[in-house]
């Protein structure tokens, strides 16, 4: 299957953005903890997080950012560029509890030299509630014909 960009002509504030489900396995949070050089052991081992008071290993902050990321792109395409991604941590993020993201177009923005943005406005919630909220910036294709 091949993934076409969406055009910023074709987007409307109010728009939803394609709900995005991650499966949180213990696996995702030690290998996303590691690809990040983040060594602290609250991600990687369980019984050391037991003892600093956490019922299990979770969720680093820039894992998380790396998900908010595919949310956004895996909506609005492979050409579309991440301009600026602000969020806010909330609840932890614990293996075998999904993380679900929501979210909607909140800001539509036309730039110089067919460089075109639109806020999204989302979410990434478990079962204990928000896990990260926040707002991003994406560039867009204008929709004029290539």
């Known amino acids: 299957m091949i993934r076409t960009t969406l055009k910023w002509a074709?987007?409307?504030?109010?728009?939803?953005?394609?709900?995005?489900?991650?499966?949180?396995?213990?696996?995702?949070?030690?290998?996303?903890?590691?690809?990040?050089r983040d060594f602290m052991p609250v991600h990687h081992d369980r019984d050391y997080a037991n003892k600093q008071g956490s019922p299990n290993l979770f969720m680093n902050i820039l894992t998380t950012n790396g998900y908010c990321v595919r949310f956004l792109t895996d909506w609005a395409g492979p050409e579309a560029m991440v301009k600026n991604l602000s969020i806010?941590?909330?609840?932890?993020?614990?293996?075998?509890?999904?993380?679900?993201?929501?979210?909607?177009?909140?800001?539509?923005?036309?730039?110089?030299?067919?460089?075109?943005?639109?806020?999204?406005?989302?979410?990434?919630?478990?079962?204990?509630?928000?896990?990260?909220?926040?707002?991003?910036i994406l560039s867009l294709l204008d929709g004029a014909a290539a």
Request: hydrophobic fraction near 35%.
């Open 10 to 36: 074709d987007i409307e504030v109010g728009d939803d953005v394609t709900p995005l489900e991650i499966p949180i396995t213990t696996t995702m949070i030690v290998a996303g903890a590691i690809a990040s």
């Open 88 to 136: 806010r941590l909330g609840v932890s993020c614990f293996p075998d509890d999904p993380l679900r993201f929501t979210g909607s177009v909140t800001g539509k923005t036309q730039g110089d030299g067919g460089e075109n943005f639109v806020e999204v406005t989302f979410r990434g919630s478990n079962s204990l509630g928000d896990h990260v909220s926040g707002t991003a």
